[in-house]
């Protein structure tokens, strides 16, 4: 209810235009000036790219209050693309990612409540999140029209505090989350940009193998992978079972998983497999989800890619 009045009251478009399709950006109405930009994803398949706006409520975020932020899907001659269809179980997806690669978000308009016909008509989809952190943070808004996917970069400057400190660098390849002991082994060892490594996760809880992941979002695990610095690399993959038929995770990836979905009563485990594609040299911190207990599960391990 408050959050509304915000939007009312506060809603100020901050229009991000896409690198490449004009000069800058203008906000109004904040008191900090904020340097946003945004990305085009360099892998997305030729043809005219859809552009994504975002506004915010409030309009200049502070660090641990909620936010909504919402996202305008637009063609080129500045019509809401009307279109999207459903990939991996939600309309568009959102990850968010600090900069300082410490907290991690995935979020949907769904989860607020059901994509009303007004949202499809405009093409608005609003999104909650509580930024817990200042400084600056990667979007990346994930959505399919027709039969392409589209993988858009925002960035977002959060105010208040604390502050991101710098990114913490931990190349281990064993760790613990929340009670999940998680082995990642990599192929090749020393992974090549433009190349493909196979990221293969085994999950162990109390000491016992985890058997029974469930489906999430329509597969065995999701990735979201960034890299270090100025947030210029996103890739989204998905995991599956060892040696099953795996796409590769690269832009516009929904493309081919346009209709895949696990069948219900499908379980996953303690070994799943992705294969990801790094685009270019690096450090990268790789963000997974599996669905284990009925509740979302998060590990992450950073990468060196040479
Ligand atoms: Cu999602």
Known sequence: ??????????????????????PGYAAEGGHDHHDHEAHQHASSPAGPEPVVDLETAPAVIVAGKPAMITFTIR????????????????????????EDLSVFGHIHAEDIGPITAEMKDHARFPVR???????????????AVRD?????????????SPLMGSVHRDLSREKDFDGY???????????VAGKETVLRYTIM???KPVADIEPYLAAAMHLAVINEGAGNYFVHAHGDR?????????????????????PSGT????????????????????????????????????????
Do not use: C, W
């Not at 993988?151 to 105010?159: K, M």
């Not at 002991?181 to 992974?191: A, D, I």
């Open 1 to 22: 209810m408050i959050m509304q009045k915000m939007l009312i009251v506060l809603a100020v478009i901050v229009s991000l235009i896409m690198q490449g399709a004009g």
């Open 75 to 98: 063609d080129d001659n500045n019509n809401p693309i009307k279109d999207l269809v459903i990939t991996h179980d939600r309309l568009i997806h959102v990850v968010i990612i600090s």
């Open 129 to 143: 999140f509580t930024f817990p952190k200042a400084g600056k943070y990667t979007l990346a808004v994930d959505f």
């Open 148 to 160: 392409r996917g589209y993988s858009e970069l925002l960035d977002l400057e959060v105010s208040g």
């Open 181 to 191: 002991k998680v082995n990642l082994v990599l192929s090749p060892e020393q992974p």
């Open 205 to 207: 809880k109390d000491g």
């Open 242 to 262: 060892p040696g099953a038929m795996q796409h590769t995770g690269h832009a516009g990836h929904m493309t081919s998983h346009m209709g895949h979905s696990s």
């Open 267 to 306: 379980v996953y485990g303690p070994e799943i497999e992705a294969h990801v594609v790094f685009p270019a040299k690096g450090t990268y911190k790789v963000f997974s989800e599996i669905r284990h207990q009925d509740k979302v599960r998060l590990f992450d391990f950073m990468v060196n890619v040479q």
